[in-house]
């Protein structure tokens, strides 16, 4: 079993944390930024600034691990300044103020993800299908944080939001101190970055990234506010974003088959049509309670085997010394350019054509996922070794 060779509760330590942390960022932070004062159009704004850095921040710090290959000595040191630059956010809450904290923020902290991914991935070697044993105790982290926070919300204002940011930034800190260098370097690559490039498939892969994260943008940014606005309390709205992270949970016990069964090209379209119904439940029955259940169970596909089948992707298109920048490259095309698209235009939406619009939209982002993904995502090429 090779999880018995491996720093396997380092890793997950640190998966934990920083998906804790998103599980305060995600649910939480508009609701922080609602009570500070901002407007709609504000959070739209001050959200996208978090994942603009993405586009440009993984591929600096992917360029600087694949040419040093110290990627845990990175993580450390942008992980410790995370923590400096996040607490000056308790100084000043003006938007400028907040403004320039989370693009700092964002700028260390996005160094981080990209390179624990392709350092667990050389821990697994030939087992890499086995990836989601361990990504799994992120979405641990992600419900924990959010039931708990969620039921701390009910007794207390929203200013204890960002405390328990900066508690789950020390904790990505702390254990990646742990985290040892992968001693199972991949094979040193002929192929360049630029000829990866060039594939349809790839250019297709990226693209259907871009637009799934996109499709999310609505429900990233203003999921917590539109509940909020149906008259749900916060723990309701914590147990239900820990609802789709189970479901998330259960599809990472089992993409270790599915994967091979099924192939990756298969798992995507499923993933991008099945993410098309979820918006659309959510836009049509926001008060019906047992269809926003299952709209949140949807998150399985829109989220686990979305990402599971794409790190795999990743993986196995790029290899040896582009492997930093490939995770780097689905890190900014998804999070980054689409998650600011996402978010930009569901905070310009929201108010009018209004919510409901707003994720009929996303739902239609997800549904060109798919054609792309049925036209011009192929497997011919896959495996580059």
Not at 5 to 19: D, V
Not at 253 to 261: A, D, I, Q, S, Y
């Amino acid at each position: 079993m090779p999880l018995s060779q491996l720093p396997y509760w380092r890793l997950s330590g640190f998966y934990f944390f920083y998906f804790a942390c998103l599980g305060i960022l995600v649910p939480y932070w508009s609701l922080y930024l609602k009570w500070e004062g901002f407007s709609p159009s504000q959070i739209g704004e001050l959200t996208a600034i978090l994942m603009a850095s993405r586009i440009i921040t993984p591929n600096i710090w992917g360029w600087l691990a694949d040419y040093y290959s110290r990627r845990m000595r990175i993580v450390r040191l942008a992980s410790f300044a995370t923590i400096i630059v996040f607490a000056a956010i308790f100084i000043d809450q003006s938007y400028l103020s907040v403004a320039l904290v989370l693009m700092l923020f964002s700028f260390f902290w996005n160094a981080s993800l990209p390179q624990v991914e392709v350092t667990t991935l050389q821990h697994l070697g030939e087992h890499s299908h086995h990836y989601s044993k361990i990504r799994l105790w992120g979405s641990i982290g992600f419900i924990v944080i959010v039931m708990v926070l969620g039921n701390l919300l009910e007794q207390f204002e929203p200013k204890i939001i960002p405390i328990a940011l900066l508690i789950s930034i020390t904790g990505i800190w702390l254990f990646s101190l742990s985290v040892p260098e992968s001693s199972n370097t991949s094979e040193h690559s002929t192929i360049s970055l630029k000829t990866i490039l060039k594939r349809p498939s790839v250019i297709a892969f990226l693209l259907i990234c871009l637009l799934m994260q996109a499709s999310h943008g609505p429900y990233y940014t203003f999921y917590s506010i539109y509940l909020e606005q149906h008259d749900y309390s916060s723990s309701v709205i914590g147990q239900l974003w820990a609802l789709g992270v189970m479901s998330e949970v259960i599809i990472f016990l089992v993409m270790h088959r599915w994967l091979p069964k099924f192939g990756l090209r298969n798992v995507f379209m499923v993933s991008l049509l099945l993410t098309s119904l979820r918006w659309l439940l959510i836009a049509a029955f926001p008060q019906n309670l047992p269809a926003l259940i299952m709209a949140q169970f949807l998150h399985a596909a829109s989220y686990g085997s979305f990402h599971a089948s794409a790190i795999a992707w990743v993986h196995r298109h790029f290899i040896g010394n582009t492997q930093g920048r490939g995770q780097a490259l689905y890190s900014s095309a998804s999070f980054g350019i689409g998650g600011v698209i996402g978010s930009l235009f569901s905070g310009y939406l929201w108010d009018s054509p209004g919510a409901a619009w707003t994720f009929i939209i996303a739902s239609v982002l997800s549904f060109l996922g798919f054609i792309v993904a049925y036209r011009w995502l192929k497997e011919t090429d896959s495996i580059l070794r």
